[in-house]
């Protein structure tokens, strides 16, 4: 029993003023965050020959002099040596090195914290963004996101109601849904229980991958009113690269040096040329292009007012650019921020006209 217990995988927050530090180490994650990560290490003189990756297109491949190899292959290129995940998947990969055997595994949660200064530099928005908040737990929960993002600390109280779900702006029966990032159906069930299965949505994921699978399941659960739209939502009508990601679909971003090209639409174009009368719900958790996206919608939103569900969490000036943007184009909003987990994931900003 003993034995089992010593051989567990040790997860370690990473923290570059350890005394103990490894000499060497492996990155998992050939995205930007991973590439930033490994130039951290070498800056810290530690030796970083290999990148771990899920996606079997950067396998084989050099990036800044580092080869990126498949997870099952460390063993055999890399015994021992541990691995620091820099990663949005960061919970299944852990799972994921731990059932591949892998010892020693730390996580970047130190490197993600920011600079105090930042913040003093945006105090004036931030402070605009709390006081216009409409409850007193929303301003909590947002103060409560600050201090995590500044000093590591999990949140005390993340909000009493599942994601998605605030009481005020959850789906409703009738509603004609725009889900952005709708992934593989992640949402759409939550949407079918709350409107009792009688809505309309439009469901916008880009990525090849991820789009059939939502098409699948679609067909499968012969889903009623769900439309799937392989585009994603932006500020202009065009096309982007994007950065795939095919063991954590929840990190696909638009990226420059992405390997595929998505068709990206402004939410007013479509619906203009999809004749929609109205929308009543926008959810938007698209990896940092919800600013982007609102932009495309403006039309929409001063027209209608539809209830808004925006996640906040992948950028940070989105904390403050994101609320402020919208009251500038619908001042009448009342506006809640809720948090879902125990981690910088899922700070939610909720919208209700």
């Not at 202009?236 to 420059?256: A, I, K, P, Y």
């Not at 939410?267 to 004749?275: A, F, H, I, N």
């Not at 209608?304 to 950028?315: D, F, G, S, V």
Request: proline fraction near 5%.
């Amino acid at each position: 029993m003993l034995n089992a217990l010593l051989n567990e995988t040790a997860i370690t927050a990473f923290n570059p003023f350890d005394e103990h530090l490894p000499e060497r180490m492996v990155v998992f994650g050939a995205g930007g965050r991973g590439r930033r990560c490994r130039t951290r290490l070498l800056g810290l003189g530690l030796d970083v020959p290999f990148f771990l990756d899920n996606d079997t297109a950067k396998h084989g491949k050099e990036l800044d002099g580092a080869l990126v190899i498949a997870p099952a292959e460390l063993a055999a290129r890399a015994p021992g040596l541990p691995v620091l995940v820099s990663s949005w998947g960061e919970g299944s990969i852990v799972v994921q090195l731990h059932a591949l055997g892998v010892r020693s595994v730390y996580v970047d949660g130190v490197a993600d914290r920011i600079d105090p200064a930042l913040i003093g530099a945006h105090a004036g928005e931030l402070s605009a963004v709390l006081e216009g908040l409409s409850d007193p737990l929303s301003r909590q929960v947002f103060l409560d996101v600050i201090r995590m993002r500044l000093y590591g600390r999990p949140m005390r109280y993340p909000s009493g109601y599942h994601v998605y779900r605030h009481p005020l702006a959850r789906a409703r029966k009738g509603d004609c849904i725009v889900d952005g990032g709708a992934a593989e159906g992640d949402t759409l069930q939550s949407f079918l229980e709350d409107c009792q299965g009688d809505c309309a949505m439009h469901l916008f994921e880009p990525t090849p991958i991820s789009y059939k699978r939502l098409q699948n399941h679609i067909a499968t659960h012969a889903v009623p009113g769900a439309q799937a739209v392989n585009k994603a939502l932006w500020s202009q009508d065009t096309t982007l690269r994007f950065e795939e990601n095919f063991g954590c679909t929840h990190s696909n971003h638009v990226s420059e040096s992405g390997g595929c090209e998505v068709a990206a639409t402004r939410l007013d174009s479509y619906v203009e040329e999809t004749g929609l009368e109205r929308v009543d719900l926008i959810k938007l958790d698209i990896e940092g292009a919800e600013l982007e996206a609102l932009k495309g919608a403006e039309g929409v939103i001063r027209r209608h007012k539809p209830r808004l569900q925006i996640c906040l969490y992948h950028k940070l000036e989105d904390l403050w650019e994101i609320p402020l943007y919208i009251k500038s184009i619908a001042p009448e909003y009342r506006m809640y921020v809720g948090h879902h987990s125990c981690c910088t994931l899922d700070t939610v900003l909720y919208c209700v006209a």
